[in-house]
């Protein structure tokens, strides 16, 4: 009687702790500690800030270790009350027994938790800049990470000191200008190269890293819910603007996050232990523009005269700095009447040796105030900080296994085809429609004849269904071609069209049509059902076909 009693009176104060509680509101879906700085000066002024949830301050470095000690204390008290709600359950069931589980609930703690019981646990999260995570407070986070113990760290990553005057910080690029790193006849800004966080963290081999940004919210959401549903440490580190520091306006966080992206500046990934034992399983770097290549490419529009013109150029480094203050002291505009054949384009720059370099001037694209082509000549600095970003992006790639597609005759030839056919059948329509008349015959037929012989290979898979684009439906967001620019294309109409569909995962065409701003992505069925995921993304690509 009185072992059940004391259980009833658990189980009431345990209701009451989720229902009302201390705040009257229930419990809490979270609880956060800060490390002093911007996310709290800037986010928040007594008594109001913008948690929604338990919240603590503390020193610059000690954010990581004061979540582990929080951690312990919270997840105690989760144990109490499943060890309440357990309880129960044996003596309804009637198979309580003294002498067998009085022990085990003596020593029960959150290891032992179901789950489910896991899932029902609010995680307990360490917030802090890349100054106290990256440099002063880098041994408390090694050490939450090296725990194992289930704490979230999200890293708002500026590369800059933002909160005490925008000192030069190891997160920073080379030849970032800022205070302790400036620019003059012998330094010319930043000089060693980033400190990466999100490999120190792979190397514990203990944690769920992910590396984001706001402008790719899906990538980053995934990403939270990954690292949150993980029974380890997970640490998130986002590209986070500091306009005054950067020298951007206000409102270009989002797009300057979108800009570092695609210039190889800070690339996406994520690296989840549970995927398997190498690398390859483990490391993903889906998400990124151009997986194959070592820039993505942008289109510049100008004008020549008073014709428009487009040209398409690829999106290095050095075009993500150039919009930025931190980096503008690395070039020097070119005027037109200036320009001589020993300038050369940054990306070609960057193929020649040595020796081949001397005499030779590496320059970016740009507009002037008339929109016309203009110059922007770069320092040996800024050469040096976009090779280190572009080799840098190498590096991820062979971690992640991801090699150059080799070109198949066969399928290039099928791929043509294939087009040609579809061209043929949509203009055979068109006739239809504007005529009132019928198909031409043999059309269908023969189409599907030059699809098999044209291939030089067998059909596909009778479950394989090619995907499609509603070309027309186009509005050229870019979407597409910048997740994969070996897929889609667009045509003369800057309309979208699927290039080739084999030339990327499954999950690049489900991926895409997610993405797309106008819906006329379908990704089909895939013709390889051995992809990592399959029956994942054919879910997720369910909805658009």
Not at 37 to 51: A, D, E, L, R
Not at 66 to 75: D, I, P, Q, S, Y
Not at 103 to 108: A, K, N
Request: with cysteine; hydrophobic share 35%.
């Amino acid at each position: 009687l009185k072992r059940v009693t004391g259980l009833l009176a658990r189980l009431k104060d345990l209701k009451w702790r989720y229902t009302e509680g201390t705040s009257g509101r229930g419990r809490s879906s979270m609880g956060m500690l800060n490390a002093t700085g911007c996310t709290s000066v800037w986010g928040s002024t007594y008594p109001f800030n913008p948690y929604p949830f338990p919240w603590s301050n503390h020193l610059f470095q000690d954010s990581t270790s004061l979540a582990m000690g929080v951690f312990e204390g919270h997840m105690a008290k989760m144990a109490e009350g499943f060890k309440a709600i357990r309880a129960a359950e044996l003596e309804l069931s009637g198979q309580y027994r003294e002498a067998e589980h009085e022990e085990f609930f003596t020593y029960f703690t959150w290891e032992e938790f179901t789950d489910e019981e896991f899932l029902l646990c609010p995680p307990v999260v360490a917030v802090g800049g890349d100054g106290a995570m990256y440099d002063i407070g880098f041994q408390n986070l090694s050490r939450a990470m090296m725990s194992g113990k289930p704490i979230k760290i999200l890293v708002v990553d500026t590369q800059v000191y933002s909160n005490t005057g925008g000192q030069a910080c190891t997160s920073g690029f080379i030849g970032q200008v800022s205070d302790m790193a400036q620019f003059g006849k012998v330094n010319k800004g930043k000089e060693e190269v980033r400190k990466e966080i999100g490999l120190i963290a792979m190397a514990h081999r203990t944690t769920y890293v992910m590396q984001g940004t706001i402008a790719h919210s899906n990538h980053m959401i995934e990403g939270f819910i990954e690292g949150l549903l993980a029974r380890r440490p997970a640490l998130f580190n986002l590209y986070t603007s500091c306009q005054p520091e950067h020298g951007i306006g206000d409102d270009m966080g989002h797009h300057q996050a979108k800009l570092a992206v695609e210039s190889r500046a800070y690339p996406l990934y994520r690296y989840n232990p549970d995927q398997g034992k190498t690398p390859q399983e483990c490391f993903d770097l889906e998400g990124n523009p151009a997986l194959y290549e070592d820039w993505p490419s942008y289109t510049l529009n100008y004008l020549e005269g008073s014709r428009e013109k487009t040209m398409e150029l690829p999106m290095t480094f050095a075009d993500f700095a150039m919009t930025e203050a931190r980096f503008r002291k690395h070039f020097r505009m070119a005027p037109p009447d200036t320009w001589h054949e020993d300038m050369v384009p940054l990306a070609d720059f960057m193929q020649l040796g040595t020796g081949e370099r001397e005499g030779k001037f590496p320059f970016i694209w740009t507009l002037d105030k008339r929109q016309h082509l203009s110059r922007l000549l770069l320092d040996e600095t800024m050469v040096k900080s976009s090779e280190e970003r572009r080799d840098f992006w190498v590096m991820l790639k062979a971690i992640a296994g991801v090699k150059a597609k080799t070109p198949d005759p066969a399928q290039d030839i099928e791929e043509k085809t294939r087009r040609d056919v579809v061209r043929r059948i949509a203009s055979g329509l068109m006739r239809m429609a504007e005529g009132g008349g019928e198909l031409p015959d043999g059309l269908l037929d023969e189409s599907a004849d030059e699809v098999v012989a044209g291939s030089g290979a067998e059909a596909p898979a009778s479950d394989y269904m090619a995907p499609w684009l509603d070309t027309q439906e186009c509005t050229a967001c870019d979407e597409c071609t910048n997740l994969n620019p070996a897929i889609f294309a667009y045509n003369d109409d800057k309309k979208a069209y699927i290039k080739d569909p084999l030339a990327g995962p499954y999950k690049d065409l489900v991926k895409a049509a997610e993405k797309c701003t106008a819906q006329v992505i379908h990704p089909g069925l895939p013709a390889d059902r051995a992809e990592p995921d399959i029956d994942k993304w054919i879910a997720r690509g369910a909805k658009y076909n």
